[in-house]
């Protein structure tokens, strides 16, 4: 793996400030900052019950509040700054690395043998676990136009040189051969196809997971690439020791928790959007699995969008919001509709 960069962002299990109740009338300067800095400490509710008591009682001081809130508003500025992931970040010349065919793939040593670029996605093998680590493809607007039919023809891959589970390996398991960059995503090839039926582009998923909330969020991202024409996504297990295992020719390992993130790199206002998800039965709302990508990279020590500028990286990697994604809470479908689709 690439050296990693030093980061100095902190990271936060959820955006302080995006539950927030909005006034009708905008908030003046020192409300927005009593706002940010309490939220942070006591949560969203509890500024919801008292920012309006402050503003009653700074009129009747004659702004007395305002003037002492000003003598500590640098040391707020400080913890502020830190906490505001809805921020927009001006990128210079954001087209120059755009271009970079590689720019959303993880950090990975040059000659590194275990990853393999196919035409439509490139992954990191783990041979350890028989799986991938991790699955990066671009997805753009024109890939769904497609209608280059699904045939489950899983395979090894043969382009692995530790060799891949099989398919026998998987049943009578229980477990779904589950993608990681899916099916769908690839209609407008039929060789795009085929290869994301190779076994190094699965891993052992329960059927309520599968067929649930990994599926409805796939449905999801191309719904966003439909509206934001280019995303960069990256998908994987989280491989740790002692985990249970499948199989008879190859022992694959059966992850708890899968990961996907998805990266916008929109010119005047790129944005992310990560999710962790255990492998069973999620119910609830997408916004309930939303993590940080840094979260997401201290859990697999996997170095992500490592070639995008220093500044940019962390305000992306730490950015906990769904901003610019959800318009709503959007609840997770239920695994127990159609099933004879599975991606």
């Known amino acids: 793996m690439a050296k990693k960069k030093n980061k100095t962002s902190t990271k936060t299990k959820q955006d302080p400030i995006s539950d927030v109740p909005q006034d009708t009338k905008p908030k003046s300067s020192w409300q927005k900052k009593i706002t940010t800095f309490f939220t942070a400490i006591f949560g969203a509710g509890i500024i919801a019950f008292f920012t309006p008591l ?12 305002s003037q002492i809130w000003g003598t500590v508003a640098t040391i707020e500025d400080d913890v502020t700054n830190n906490l505001d992931d809805n921020k927009d970040l001006p990128i210079p010349n954001i087209n120059d690395f755009q271009e970079d065919k590689t720019i959303g793939l ?6 590194d043998e275990m990853v393999v670029t196919h035409q439509s996605y490139t992954l990191r093998y783990n041979e350890v676990h028989e799986q991938a680590e991790w699955v990066a493809h671009t997805l753009l607007a024109r890939h769904l136009k497609g209608d280059h039919p699904r045939r489950d023809h899983f395979k090894s891959d043969p382009d692995v040189i530790t060799k891949t589970a099989k398919p ?23 060789d795009a196809i085929k290869e994301s039926f190779y076994m190094s582009n699965m891993s052992p998923q329960t059927p309520a997971f599968n067929r649930g909330m990994w599926k409805g969020l796939e449905n999801k991202v191309r719904a966003w690439a439909a509206e934001k024409k280019k995303l960069y996504l990256v998908s994987g297990p989280i491989l740790k020791k002692h985990l249970r295992k499948i199989g008879t020719d190859n022992r694959v390992s059966i992850p708890k928790q899968f990961y996907k993130i998805v990266l916008n790199l929109d010119p005047k206002h790129p944005h992310a959007i990560a999710f962790l998800m255990p492998n069973k039965l999620c119910e609830g709302f997408y916004d309930d699995y939303r993590v940080s990508i840094d979260e997401i990279e201290a859990l697999t020590q996997i170095d992500f969008f490592s ?13 906990n919001t769904s901003d610019r994604w959800f318009d709503t809470p959007e609840a997770i479908p239920s695994p127990y509709g159609d099933m004879s689709i599975l991606e």
Do not use: C
């Not at 402050?54 to 509040?65: C, E, K, N, Q, S």
């Not at 993880?106 to 000659?111: D, E, L, R, S």
């Not at 589950?178 to 769908?184: D, I, K």
């Not at 070639?307 to 950015?319: A, I, Q, T």
């Open 168 to 190: 026998t390996d998987y049943a009578r398991s229980g477990y779904d051969r589950g993608h990681l960059a899916p099916a769908a995503d690839f209609k407008y090839s039929a």
């Open 307 to 319: 070639k995008l500028p220093d500044d940019l990286e962390n305000y992306l990697e730490k950015s």
């Open 106 to 111: 993880p950090a990975f040593q040059a000659g």
């Open 54 to 65: 402050f503003g009653v009682l700074d009129d009747a001081t004659g702004g007395v509040l």
